[in-house]
């Protein structure tokens, strides 16, 4: 008795599952790294802590490198700006409780660090924290 | 007499296709890549005092006063001792204080990666929140 062979059929469809996959790359990239977009490229060496929180939250950076330069999210200013430019960011609607957070290398001396946190309040920040870089310890 | 020409026969795929799998291993790659210094970077929340330290609480023991000499001095409720001794000092003063409050002065010389470290190491000896003073 002769058995019946199916014939191998060929894929005639495109292959989308590339272009799937590429896509979702794209699309998880933009997700991820859409929050470090609104953080100035200014160079900074965190301080390290151990204790960690005031973190994933909406927030408002002001940034200070080890040179001095000073940025509110991603606008560079001076230090005489910084104060009007943040109380206009703060009385945008939806601003009026978000946290400030304070990007200042670990280099530089308080007393700058100590004018900032004393204009965020003068701008009406109501909620402050620094930001740190998370120590990681070994054997932990 | 017209030759009869062979079609040749179609063939399948037969080796699995590994497109899909290197492409979420490189999705997962990537997402490492991008996420693990996000992952490193975390915030202290401070609260800064409008004032000085002088219109704070009257009894000495409502809070704990930090005040950061320098790089390897600090005085705990007015105590001078080592950086190195900090955390054990501030231990025992929270365990018994009634308030887990702590309030931080630093001298404007003190570079910022010490205050941090210090306000680290309070949290870290079970301060529930950080004031930050003023001169």
Redesign the interface.
């Known amino acids: 008795m002769r058995r019946l062979v199916p014939?191998?059929?060929?894929?005639t469809r495109v292959?989308v599952?590339?272009l799937v996959?590429?896509a979702?790359?794209l699309v998880?990239?933009l997700l991820?790294?859409a929050?470090?977009l609104s953080v100035a490229d200014l160079p900074v060496d965190?301080?390290?802590?151990?204790?960690?929180?005031?973190?994933d939250e909406r927030n408002i950076s002001i940034t200070v490198s080890g040179d001095g330069e000073l940025a509110l999210d991603t606008e560079r200013l001076t230090g005489e700006a910084l104060e009007s430019r943040l109380a206009a960011r703060l009385a945008e609607p939806g601003n009026q409780n978000v946290?400030v957070?304070i990007r200042?290398?670990?280099?530089?001396?308080?007393?700058?660090?100590?004018e900032l946190?004393?204009h965020?309040?003068a701008a009406g920040a109501k909620?402050?924290?620094?930001?740190?870089?998370?120590k990681?310890e070994a054997g932990r | 007499m017209a030759r009869s020409i062979r079609k040749p026969r179609p063939e399948g795929i037969h080796e699995p296709n590994l497109t899909p799998l290197i492409d979420v291993s490189l999705v997962l790659v990537v997402i490492l890549l991008v996420a693990t210094p996000m992952a490193l970077q975390s915030g202290i929340a401070i609260s800064k005092t409008a004032t000085s330290g002088r219109s704070g609480p009257t009894t000495p023991l409502a809070r704990v006063e930090i005040s950061i000499l320098d790089a390897d001095h600090v005085s705990v409720n007015r105590v001078v001792v080592d950086r190195a001794n900090l955390g054990p000092t501030l231990g025992a003063i929270l365990r018994a204080a009634p308030s887990r409050d702590v309030a931080v002065r630093c001298a404007d010389g003190v570079p910022h990666g010490v205050f941090v470290s210090v306000i680290d190491e309070a949290k870290a000896s079970g301060a529930a929140g950080i004031a930050v003073l003023g001169r």
């Open positions: 014939h191998p059929t060929l894929i292959n599952t590339p996959d590429v979702l790359v998880i990239i991820v790294t929050p470090m965190l301080p390290q802590a151990r204790t960690r929180e005031a973190e946290l957070v200042a290398d670990s280099g530089i001396p308080y007393g700058q660090v100590r946190l004393t965020a309040r909620r402050l924290a620094i930001a740190t870089r998370q990681v």
